[in-house]
């Protein structure tokens, strides 16, 4: 199995490199992912990058046969990055949008799971427009989230985070009534954290795909066709050979992948 180099550049503003053997430049495939998003990429207490991201980054590059440097970068500076040649390719639970796509391409999704609202427990909150009007709800800035507040739940006052955690913490301490974010990763990250009894997912499923997109995929610089193509494939060949279930199993106890295409 090839060794695959971890550089760690960014928020922490820390580095770090596992030994990988020496190839050339052209050949490396550099990956940004945020390393703030359990359980689908997050920084572990020994500094290293972990997820299901982090572990679907490892097994695509083998599949293809290229060398991979994973680059931590915030959230909001993901597109413009890949824009200023930072990283090659993202993947970073980015949901595929037709708003994304005006900027960059995509591969097929590599999974995709539902957007919910959490609140604390006997909130008395209702999914509505009328039921969240003037209401402080929280999202991360620059998410499909983001924009499906914006468009469907204007009247509330929108708070925006750079991270979910900042988010979360808000929620827990009363500054908001409710936050929006990926089902799982609320689950995941909240309900069973410590203290994480005290809140329920209300409403049901979102459902929007003109702002929730059809998935999470990996996204590159328009004009890379061929390696758009060849991650595409690898996707549905871990599928079908049993890496992605491997993969799956170790976070979550259904297949994240959701609904095969009609």
């Known amino acids: 199995m ?3 180099r971890l550089m760690l550049a960014s928020l922490l503003g820390l580095a770090m490199t596992m030994a990988l053997p020496s190839a050339k430049a052209d050949d490396v495939l550099r990956v940004a992912t945020e390393g703030a998003y359990p359980p689908f990429n997050w920084i572990d207490s020994d500094g290293s990058v ?3 991201d982090v572990d679907m980054t490892y097994a695509l590059c083998e599949k293809i046969g290229r060398e991979c440097e994973l680059v ?3 959230w909001e500076g993901m597109i413009p990055g890949l824009l200023a040649k930072k990283y090659d390719i993202i993947i970073a639970s980015m949901s595929i949008t037709d708003e994304r796509k005006k900027k960059v391409d995509f591969t097929g999704k590599y999974y995709q799971t539902p957007d919910r609202f959490v ?3 006997g909130s008395g909150l209702e999914v509505t427009a009328e039921g969240l009007n003037g209401k402080r709800i929280g999202v991360q800035r620059a998410t499909t989230q983001h924009c499906y507040l914006d468009k ?4 509330a006052e929108i708070v925006l985070y750079a991270v979910q955690e900042d988010g979360y913490s808000d929620l827990a301490s009363g500054r908001i009534v ?7 990763q609320i689950e995941e990250a909240l309900l069973k954290s410590e203290g994480g009894d005290d809140f329920e997912l209300i409403g049901s499923v979102l459902d929007d795909a003109g702002c929730l997109g059809e998935g999470a995929g990996i996204a590159l610089r328009k004009g890379n066709e061929e390696l758009r193509d060849q991650l595409t494939q690898a996707i549905q060949d871990m599928r079908a050979d ?3 279930k491997s993969i799956n199993d170790k976070y979550f106890s259904f297949d994240v992948y959701g609904a095969e295409p009609n």
């Open 152 to 155: 469907f739940h204007s009247d």
């Open 72 to 74: 931590v970068q915030d």
């Open 119 to 121: 609140a604390r427990k």
């Open 2 to 4: 090839r060794k695959i």
């Open 242 to 244: 049993g890496t992605y």
């Open 50 to 52: 972990k997820g299901f």
């Open 178 to 184: 409710a936050y929006v974010a990926d089902g799982i």
